[in-house]
């Protein structure tokens, strides 16, 4: 039986944003749509990686629970459309468990970076979700279109900017690196097993 692991990712995420955005958050944050949903700053110090708790040897757990923190609804929406996307086909050519070990890998590599060059608080998935994308594109490198798609998806995780929000360009930069380090050793296998 095959593990669907992109749903269980996404399930992980919606249960989080569930709980922590829409019943115990703030319906509106302020008069801007896309803010709407907003974790409320309690529970973002708890679950989101905070620097200076971490380096006080206080919720280390941070580390893991930051990639399913997210600060509002087009936060959440951008991250999960992107992990749908690209962790549903990334799973057609592996398997379930390669995809989860994609996101824990790069997302743990970016709270890490983080945590040494990065901001005091860092939270969402899209660390990770550059690291399924950039070694689903690693892996697809020669096919149709796989270059367009990872185009389009720097664009789509990037258009926030364009609204004032935000971007933690560090945990995106370490997930593009790790996830194309986790391509390559891919491909080596595949082929290896050829």
Same mark, same amino acid.
């Given at each position: 039986?095959?593990?669907?692991?992109?749903?269980?990712?996404?399930?992980?995420?919606?249960?989080?944003?569930?709980?922590?955005?829409?019943?115990?958050?703030?319906?509106?944050?302020?008069?801007?749509?896309?803010?709407?949903?907003?974790?409320?700053?309690?529970?973002?110090?708890?679950?989101?990686?905070?620097?200076?708790?971490?380096?006080?040897?206080?919720?280390?757990?941070?580390?893991?629970?930051?990639?399913?923190?997210?600060?509002?609804?087009?936060?959440?929406?951008?991250?999960?459309?992107?992990?749908?996307?690209?962790?549903?086909? =990334?799973?057609?050519?592996?398997?379930?468990?390669?995809?989860?070990?994609?996101? =824990?890998?790069?997302?743990?590599?970016?709270?890490?970076?983080?945590?040494?060059?990065?901001?005091?608080?860092?939270?969402?998935?899209?660390?990770?979700?550059?690291?399924?994308?950039?070694?689903?594109?690693? =892996?697809?490198?020669?096919?149709?279109?796989?270059?367009?798609?990872?185009?389009?998806?720097?664009?789509?995780?990037?258009?926030?900017?364009?609204?004032?929000?935000?971007?933690?360009?560090?945990?995106?930069?370490?997930?593009?690196?790790?996830?194309?380090?986790?391509?390559?050793?891919?491909?080596?296998?595949?082929d290896k097993n050829k």
């Amino acid at each position: 039986m095959r593990i669907p692991g992109t749903y269980i990712l996404l399930g992980i995420n919606f249960l989080f944003f569930i709980i922590l955005n829409m019943i115990l958050g703030s319906t509106v944050c302020g008069d801007i749509p896309w803010r709407m949903f907003c974790i409320k700053s309690d529970y973002l110090f708890q679950f989101a990686q905070v620097n200076q708790l971490i380096f006080a040897g206080e919720n280390l757990y941070q580390l893991i629970t930051k990639m399913f923190v997210h600060i509002a609804i087009l936060h959440f929406l951008l991250n999960m459309i992107s992990l749908w996307f690209y962790g549903i086909r =990334l799973e057609k050519s592996s398997s379930g468990l390669f995809v989860i070990l994609v996101f =824990l890998i790069t997302g743990i590599s970016t709270s890490i970076t983080n945590l040494f060059l990065g901001t005091i608080v860092s939270a969402g998935a899209s660390g990770a979700i550059f690291g399924i994308v950039t070694t689903f594109t690693v =892996l697809n490198w020669n096919k149709k279109n796989t270059k367009i798609l990872f185009l389009a998806f720097i664009i789509f995780i990037h258009s926030p900017a364009i609204l004032g929000s935000s971007i933690n360009y560090l945990s995106h930069f370490t997930g593009l690196a790790c996830g194309a380090i986790l391509g390559i050793l891919k491909m080596q296998s595949i082929d290896k097993n050829k």
